[in-house]
C-alpha cells in the first residue's frame, strides 16, 4: 500500500468508530488544543479516563504539544466517543507521518474494536436472556 504524504503544515482529517459513536478529526500543527463538537476538552469529557484515551496516540508519539485538534463526535456514550477519537486521532497522525505507524501499532492504537451489542433475539427478552422455564 502506497502512502501519500501530505505537505506538514496542512489539515489532516481523519474518523474512528467505536460501538455506534463516530468520531471526525481534523489535526494540524499547533500549541495542544483540543475542541470537540465546539467545546474544550475538559468541558466535553470531565473525567481523566476519557481524555486519556483521547490524548494516548499523542503520548506514544511524544507530541501532545505539538497538534490541535478539531473533533465532531456523535453517537454512543462518552467511552464510546473517546475510543472513537482515540482511532481517529491515530490514523490522523499516520497520514501527517508514516513513521508514526510502527509506534501506534505496537500500542495497539490502529486496530478497531470490532465489539457491538448483541441484538434481541425473537422470543427472548433480551440478546442472551431467556424467559422463566416453567416444567409444568
Known amino acids: 500500500m502506497t502512502m501519500t504524504v501530505i505537505p506538514q503544515n496542512s489539515p489532516i482529517q481523519a474518523t474512528g468508530r467505536r460501538k455506534t459513536a463516530t468520531a471526525t478529526v481534523i489535526l ?12 474544550d476538552l475538559e468541558f466535553y469529557f470531565p473525567t481523566f479516563v476519557h ?7 499523542l503520548e506514544v508519539i511524544e507530541g501532545t504539544k505539538k497538534f490541535d485538534i478539531i473533533a465532531k463526535a ?14 481517529a486521532v491515530s490514523r490522523a497522525l499516520i497520514k501527517y507521518d508514516p513513521s508514526y505507524r510502527s509506534l501506534l501499532k505496537k500500542e495497539g492504537l490502529l486496530t478497531r474494536d470490532p465489539r457491538m451489542k448483541e441484538r ?17
Open 120 to 136: 434481541k433475539k425473537t422470543g427472548q427478552p433480551g440478546a442472551r436472556k431467556r424467559f422463566q422455564f416453567s416444567k409444568r
Open 51 to 57: 481524555r486519556y484515551e483521547v490524548f494516548k496516540p
Open 74 to 87: 456523535r453517537g454512543g456514550g462518552l467511552m464510546g466517543q473517546a475510543q472513537a477519537l482515540k482511532l
Open 28 to 39: 494540524k500543527p499547533g500549541k495542544g488544543e483540543v475542541s470537540i463538537n465546539g467545546k
